[in-house]
């Protein structure tokens, strides 16, 4: 198995990564502080890089990789295909791939550049080891195996299109003069396609459980050669197939489910032991790509689907049949919408809305997907990010599935930032804030489309789901932080002794200590109590997850000139922090999104009460906030 290096910060998308890498590759997941070191004490295969990291620029990474390891593919996790995205890959970066992805692409990319190290890898090798024979066959199994991933990306969904691909794929690489494949029912294995053989015949004829060819397979599960064959029954059956070898398909659990019938080669040429090691090896890979091919078209809507997915994703998602009435309508639907899924679902899908309704008709009758278009629902005055794909059997759609969000807020963000005209701190923020939201979405998108084939793994619905909630909630309290920042709430303003304030807040935090009792000191502002606490309570939660466990955050309130100064430190440095760095920006540098979101938030109440909040970070790692009240004379 390859050694595939995951150089990713987040624990979710790392979560997610592991567990597509695990079944066919070595996935070992690395800090960017410890690449380096790592690579040195072994040489990954192939290594996947996220788009973004807390301390040091993509840029700098990919060039530190190509110094150490110039040949190992490299494959990018990018947010969008802008201009950092265009920059990395003329680097030498192998392959961008952005995020969410569908986990089919993302192996198919996997396995390309597995064949690509293998490839660069066979390079390297001393002419004098290789026979000119050796290296054709290697450069021919490098062909197969890409043609191979190809079939599967545009056909995974549909076996009555891939099995016939893969028997051409087959039938071309060895010359051969025929190929069949039988897949195993209740009564045995019949014939389900073929080149080059006689159909009519071969649809007459069952191997049951009494045929020799059945009891060979079931009890020996390997390769059967006629050539190596003494049994006169099994021989016989062969001759029938007009089949020099059987090449048997096997499920996880060991059951075989069908084989493919090889004819002779039309080269004259024999099966070599190399030829017999090429149809073991693609003997495992389409087990696994079939079976799984099989129970994603059997499963695609399973009731957990919906339950476990549809109504958790923070998205809108409906699931239309073959004549566009709506199936699924899920909760976030309905909110977004503002339809109850009872009027709509067994309806129309103008149910939903004229102008999403007509995009979707145009796409359906264009058998076009849409991926990310933006359209405006004057009904509801809400702009809406929209995609819509299709599931197809047999060339025809039987399903289309529509995903959506509500972006009003992004619009009304990109008109503010034009208004304003700060557009390098906008793009930064669309930056970070994309990398925050599309990680999470990697395990969701990734566990949707697993669900229908692995739903009966233990180890899937367990772990995986943990990843999967796990995310969910991030994602939910980083969408309910963005429009906590975003909205305008009238204060409720009375005079108020800010001390007070101050104690009730501390209650709630052990490690928070004020310094001393206000004494004579005059602590009366005009403030809404409640909002100010929240700010505090904030600022104090980010204080002591910076001291951590044992660590102590001093509070003291002094009067200064006509205000009440509450100054906020902390000695512990275990978030590191620039200390020319504005931290109260959203999505600030070396902060992860819901640390700087709260500091934003604590920033918004403050200065909403038109006090002010300062921050200063020392050398040692000390910091230290000062907020200031207007106090009330009256």
């Given at each position: 198995m390859k050694y595939v290096m995951v150089v990713v910060e987040e624990k979710g998308l790392a979560g997610t990564l592991s567990f597509l890498l695990k079944d066919n590759f070595l996935p070992v997941v690395v800090?960017?502080?410890?690449?380096?070191?790592?690579?040195?004490?072994?040489?990954?295969?192939?290594i996947i890089i996220d788009f973004s990291y807390k301390?040091?620029?993509?840029?700098?990474?990919?060039?530190?990789?190509?110094?150490?390891?110039?040949?190992?593919?490299?494959?990018?996790?990018?947010?969008?295909?802008?201009?950092?995205?265009?920059?990395?890959?003329?680097?030498?970066?192998?392959?961008?791939?952005?995020?969410?992805?569908?986990?089919?692409?993302?192996?198919?990319?996997?396995?390309?550049?597995?064949?690509y190290a293998g490839v660069e890898k066979t390079k390297k090798l001393p002419q004098v080891q290789l026979s000119e024979d050796r290296i054709s066959s290697d450069i021919s199994e490098s062909v197969f195996f890409q043609r191979l991933s190809e079939l599967l990306a545009e056909n995974f969904s549909e076996p009555s299109r891939l099995i016939p691909g893969i028997i051409k794929l087959v039938k071309s690489q060895l010359f051969l003069s025929g190929v069949s494949f039988f897949l195993k029912e209740s009564s045995g294995f019949s014939f389900y396609d073929g080149v080059n053989v006689d159909r009519a015949f071969l649809k007459s004829i069952k191997f049951s459980e009494k045929s020799a060819l059945y009891v060979k397979l079931i009890s020996e599960r390997s390769i059967l050669q006629k050539n190596r064959i003494n049994e006169a029954g099994l021989i016989s059956e062969l001759e029938l197939l007009k089949a020099e070898i059987i090449l048997p398909l096997m499920k996880r659990d060991g059951e075989v489910f069908g084989f493919f019938a090889l004819g002779k080669r039309l080269t004259g040429e024999s099966f070599t032991t190399d030829v017999i090691r090429f149809l073991s090896d693609i003997s495992s890979y389409f087990s696994v790509l079939l079976?799984?091919?099989?129970?994603?078209?059997?499963?695609?809507?399973?009731?957990?689907?919906?339950k476990i997915i549809l109504e958790n994703v923070p998205t809108g998602i409906i699931v239309l049949d073959k004549n566009l009435n709506v199936k699924i309508f899920n909760n976030q639907a309905e909110i977004i919408l503002g339809r109850n899924?009872?009027?709509?679902?067994?309806?129309?899908?103008?149910?939903?809305?004229?102008?999403?309704?007509?995009?979707?008709?145009?796409?359906?009758?264009?058998?076009?997907?849409?991926?990310?278009?933006?359209?405006?629902?004057?009904?509801?005055?809400?702009?809406?990010?929209?995609?819509?794909?299709?599931?197809?059997?047999?060339?025809?759609?039987?399903?289309?599935?529509?995903?959506?969000?509500?972006?009003?807020?992004?619009?009304?963000?990109e008109l503010e930032k034009k208004k304003t005209e700060q557009n390098q701190y906008w793009e930064k923020i669309a930056s970070h804030l994309s990398h925050e939201i599309k990680n999470p979405l990697v395990a969701i998108k990734t566990f949707a489309c697993l669900l229908p084939e692995k739903f009966g793994e233990e180890t899937f619905r367990t772990e995986f789901y943990k990843i999967v909630n796990a995310e969910i909630e991030r994602?939910?309290?980083?969408?309910?932080?963005?429009?906590?920042?975003?909205?305008?709430?009238?204060?409720?303003?009375?005079?108020?002794?800010?001390f007070d304030v101050l104690q009730k807040t501390v209650q709630?935090?052990?490690?928070?200590?004020?310094?001393?009792?206000?004494?004579?000191?005059?602590?009366?502002?005009?403030?809404?109590?409640?909002?100010?606490?929240?700010?505090?309570?904030?600022?104090?939660?980010?204080?002591?997850?910076?001291?951590?466990?044992?660590?102590?955050?001093?509070?003291?309130?002094?009067?200064?000139?006509?205000?009440?100064?509450?100054?906020?430190?902390?000695?512990?440095?275990?978030?590191?922090?620039?200390?020319?760095?504005?931290?109260?920006?959203?999505?600030?540098?070396?902060?992860?999104?819901?640390?700087?979101?709260?500091?934003?938030?604590?920033?918004?109440i403050i200065e909403d009460h038109s006090c002010n909040i300062s921050a200063e970070v020392f050398p040692e790692g000390k910091k230290r906030f000062t907020i200031t009240f207007p106090l009330n004379r009256q």
């Open positions: 800090e960017p502080s410890r690449m380096r070191e790592s690579i040195i004490q072994r040489k990954p295969d192939i301390k040091i620029p993509l840029q700098v990474l990919v060039e530190q990789i190509k110094e150490l390891v110039p040949d190992a593919p490299i494959i990018a996790l990018v947010d969008s295909f802008g201009p950092v995205a265009r920059r990395i890959m003329n680097l030498g970066v192998y392959e961008l791939i952005e995020k969410p992805f569908d986990p089919e692409k993302f192996m198919y990319a996997l396995n390309r550049a597995s064949l079976e799984d091919s099989f129970l994603f078209q059997e499963n695609i809507f399973q009731k957990e689907f919906q899924a009872s009027d709509v679902v067994d309806g129309p899908v103008e149910n939903i809305g004229v102008e999403m309704a007509s995009k979707i008709r145009e796409a359906e009758s264009r058998k076009e997907a849409i991926f990310r278009e933006e359209i405006f629902v004057r009904q509801l005055k809400k702009w809406f990010g929209m995609s819509c794909n299709f599931v197809c059997q047999q060339g025809e759609i039987v399903w289309t599935i529509i995903i959506f969000q509500d972006i009003t807020l992004s619009k009304e963000m994602l939910t309290h980083l969408v309910e932080k963005i429009a906590r920042l975003s909205e305008k709430e009238d204060l409720i303003l009375s005079k108020v002794d800010c709630r935090f052990p490690a928070v200590r004020i310094a001393a009792s206000k004494n004579s000191i005059n602590t009366i502002v005009n403030i809404d109590a409640n909002r100010i606490q929240e700010a505090l309570e904030l600022l104090f939660d980010f204080c002591c997850n910076d001291t951590g466990e044992n660590g102590v955050v001093n509070v003291s309130v002094s009067e200064k000139e006509s205000c009440v100064e509450m100054v906020v430190e902390e000695k512990r440095k275990q978030i590191q922090l620039d200390s020319v760095q504005d931290i109260f920006v959203p999505f600030s540098d070396h902060l992860n999104g819901l640390a700087s979101l709260n500091l934003a938030i604590c920033r918004k």
